[in-house]
Nanobody, 122 residues
Framework: QVQLVESGGGLVQAGGSLRLSCAASRSAFSVNAIGWYRQAPGKQRELVAGISSGGRTNYADSVKGRFTISRDNAKSTVVLQMNSLKPEDTAVYYC????????????????WGQGTQVTVSS
């Protein structure tokens, strides 16, 4: 069974940094691309960043230059380093499996983690 467990959320002031981690079961990690989505209150869930099994990445325009996604294959972990945080980054952040046809994409058969809250105060 595929399991994804997020950690690292919290409260931070604008301009600060947070590091989110997604620990994945080996069955998910070894063959899948992994992505981070976020959902703010009253808004649709949106893709933040994705990384292929080979380490290729893509980012939402709103986070380019501020967020970095990386993966540690030995630990089956994907990390989202978030710098220069803004109040509009406030959301629940979710880790998900996906595929990589040249960019990150998830399907209805992919798995979600439980989410972790990120709150950025002004």
């Amino acid at each position: 069974q595929v399991q994804l467990v997020e950690s690292g959320g919290g409260l931070v002031q604008a301009g600060g940094s947070l590091r989110l981690s997604c620990a994945a079961s080996r069955s998910a990690f070894s063959v899948n691309a992994i992505g981070w989505y976020r959902q703010a209150p009253g808004k649709q869930r949106e893709l933040v960043a994705g990384i292929s099994s080979g380490g290729r990445t893509n980012y939402a325009d709103s986070v380019k230059g501020r967020f970095t996604i990386s993966r540690d294959n030995a630990k089956s972990t994907v990390v989202l380093q978030m710098n220069s945080l803004k109040p509009e980054d406030t959301a629940v952040y979710y880790c998900t499996t996906g595929e990589w046809p040249g960019y990150f994409r998830r399907t209805p058969y992919d798995y979600w983690g439980q989410g972790t809250q990120v709150t950025v105060s002004s």
